[in-house]
């Protein structure tokens, strides 16, 4: 798998349900950020979540960190119409300096 | 609320000229970055900058590509001789150290 590897790669789901997207990554990181994206637009900045921190949340959003697992999800909850957009994760690696990865992606599709 | 602007939204040119491209960060911010994202691909990291120099950049960021913070509010990328691969949406982005604000894009098309 690749550094910020999200799945699903596209989520269809009823307003009012929950949606949970989850990344993978594979080298040792600072923190992990979760993006939103609407099409052609562009990165709003959801939730960074740190290395030594295992949950967070902000309003509708809760990310968890997994680090021996390298994994982190993202749950909306109650979602929305409005929800309807890309999501991306970011790893800020663990290099000595600053670089941030992103993942493919995963687009969620929430229908009224 | 403070936002990361750029300039300009839409920047076309030939094969082979020079673009430069404008991001103005949140003020206090130290960490400075440039990204690009092809159409319907994924965003696609560049460079950091902190500290007047780079910090890291990828295998994208060739000697074609250039960044510099010639005040205390402007951070620019230089393509010294565009190709048309180098066409995508441009995004800086800058962190105070709680996570990367991004700009709203520069696409960039050449032709």
Redesign the interface.
Known sequence: SQQGEEDPQALSIQEGENATMNCSYKTSINNLQWYRQNSGRGLVHLILIRSNEREKHSGRLRVTLDTSKKSSSLLITASRAADTASYFCATDLNTGGFKTIFGAGTRLFVKA | EPEVTQTPSHQVTQMGQEVILRCVPISNHL?F?W?RQILGQ????LV?F?NNEI??K?EIFDDQFSVERPDGSNFTLKIRSTKLEDSAMY?C?S?GG????????TRLTVL
């Open positions: 960490y970055y990204y994924k965003v696609e990291f950091s902190y910090s890291e990828s995004f982005a962190s709680r996570g990367e604000f991004f700009g709203p894009g």
